[in-house]
């Protein structure tokens, strides 16, 4: 599956965006998707994930009751609501699929976007 991660962008702090991932070929509903982060000079770590079917979210306490996941399987798009943005949340978003379970860790997922950045400002 090819995914294409778009919508970041510079914001101010206690701002909000709303990051979008357009996946194509493969059925999108097989796959378990996944939102990570790497800001400069650190590791990939785990944002948010969504089942296939939509039904359980999870999220990085870091930014559990700021963000909000969502799919739309008839637009084969999932999407990172984020709001109350902190500077710290300034990073490259990744989207990324796995057909197995949901994971939080980077090398559960098969498939990976190309990475859109997000930069909030204080």
């Known amino acids: 599956v090819q995914l294409q991660a778009s919508g970041g962008g510079l914001v101010q702090a206690g701002g909000s965006l709303r990051l979008s991932c357009a996946a194509s070929g493969r059925t999108f509903s097989d796959y378990n998707m996944g939102w990570f982060r790497q800001a400069p000079g650190k590791g990939r770590d785990f944002v948010s994930a969504?089942?296939?079917?939509?039904?359980?979210?999870y999220y990085a306490d870091s930014v559990k009751g700021r963000f909000t996941i969502s799919r739309d399987d008839a637009k084969n798009t999932v999407y990172l609501q984020m709001s109350s943005l902190k500077s710290e949340d300034t990073a490259v978003y990744y989207c990324a699929a796995t057909p197995r379970l949901v994971i939080r860790t980077p090398n559960g997922y098969d498939y990976w976007g190309q990475g859109t950045l997000v930069t909030v400002s204080s």
């Open positions: 969504i089942s296939r079917s939509g039904m359980s979210t």
